[in-house]
């Protein structure tokens, strides 16, 4: 494992709804966000559809679409 990444988390709960869910959108900073408030938040979070921004650290993190 490359240094500065962190392996997928065992729980996904939403940091915005709060729901535990089988997925979500997540920064090794701690924080998660599931699609739906990802949807709805999305003109916050990205500028381009490819990557987004951690609202709690900034860090730039990619939807794996590239």
Do not use: Q, Y
Not at 26 to 40: K, L, T, V
Not at 42 to 59: A, E, F, Q, S, V
């Amino acid at each position: 494992m490359a240094a500065g990444h962190r392996k997928k988390p065992e729980k996904f709960i939403c940091c915005v709804c709060g729901r535990e869910l089988p997925f979500c959108w997540w920064c090794p900073c701690g924080f998660m966000i599931c699609s739906e408030c990802m949807e709805e938040n999305l003109w916050g979070m990205t500028c381009n559809g490819i990557t987004w921004t951690c609202p709690d650290c900034g860090r730039i993190r990619g939807f794996g679409n590239d």
